[in-house]
């Protein structure tokens, strides 16, 4: 690395280097290595205990490497600035790419007053697991239904509800783990490469 370094400095003149090339180097860095490090979070927070451990180890290498690409440059202000622009792109990034991926399941709850067994019925028809409860709530009877999809379904889920039921009451909770239970095959091409998909 020290010697990629000294050649960027033997070949190019020395005010470009510490105010064009020196700056844009850590701020690629920054961007990739904050990535890696969201991206490395969530993992962890997903269960992908292997990938967690591979991101850290790179994230922490490039981190090291801008770090000390900075401070050998800590009289530019445009590698300070650089650096925190490089932090903020890359926790964008990595929240992008969380979002893309859409990894993890959800619960939902849709309590209704009417047309509960209509509305469990299309979302089972459609693919997905339902239990059905009859329950009371402030205003009399009503149906609380329960389905556990991918995350990445929400919406198909959300609009098939609200097609069917308008005036359902839907709550979304995160889970960590589940165990059994069937859902659908749905081709997701990025999600799929990294980390395949298991039907149970």
Do not use: C
């Amino acid at each position: 690395m020290d010697q990629f370094f000294a050649y960027i400095n033997q070949t190019f003149q020395p005010d470009l280097v510490t105010w064009v090339i020196m700056p844009l180097f850590i701020f690629i860095a920054r961007v990739v290595d904050v990535t890696l490090g969201t991206m490395r979070i969530v993992f962890t927070s997903r269960g992908k205990y292997l990938l967690a451990p591979i991101l850290g180890f790179i994230e922490v290498f490039i981190w090291i490497v801008a770090v000390s690409q900075l401070v050998r440059n800590i009289h530019s202000l445009v590698a300070y600035l650089a650096y925190a622009a490089g932090f903020a792109l890359g926790t964008f990034l990595g929240l992008q790419i969380e979002r893309r991926l859409a990894m993890g399941k959800l619960v939902l709850r849709i309590i209704v007053q009417e047309g509960g067994d209509s509305l469990a019925n299309l979302l089972h028809a459609s693919g997905y697991g339902v239990t059905i409860v009859d329950a009371h709530g402030s205003s009399g009877a009503v149906k609380l239904i329960y389905t556990i999809i991918e995350r990445r379904d929400l919406k198909e889920v959300e609009n098939l509800i609200m097609k069917d039921n308008p005036r359902a009451f839907i709550s979304v909770e995160e889970i960590s783990e589940t165990r059994a239970g069937y859902f659908p095959s749905r081709p997701t091409p990025l999600r799929d490469a990294l980390f395949g998909r298991k039907n149970k």
